[in-house]
C-alpha cells in the first residue's frame, strides 16, 4: 500500500523534516509523520478530508 502511493508535504516546511505527509488513492487519504515513516499511516476518508479542509478554510 504505501509503495504507491505518491506522498507530498507542504512547500512551506522547506527542507525540514519535521513536517506530515500526505498522499490520496481514490478513497481515501493518508498522513504519515516525515520523520517516523517506519510507522504507519493514519487514513481517513476523502469525504472527512474534504470536510476538514473545509473547516480550516473556515476559521
Known amino acids: 500500500m504505501d509503495e ?8 512551506l516546511s522547506g527542507a525540514t523534516s519535521s513536517c506530515v505527509e500526505v498522499a490520496s488513492d ?3 487519504v493518508w498522513i504519515r509523520d516525515s520523520k ?5 499511516p493514519f487514513r481517513v476518508s476523502l469525504r472527512s478530508w474534504n470536510s476538514f479542509k473545509h473547516y480550516l478554510s473556515e476559521q
Open 4 to 11: 504507491a502511493l505518491t506522498w507530498k508535504k507542504s512547500s
Open 26 to 28: 481514490f478513497q481515501n
Open 36 to 40: 517516523s515513516r517506519a510507522n504507519p
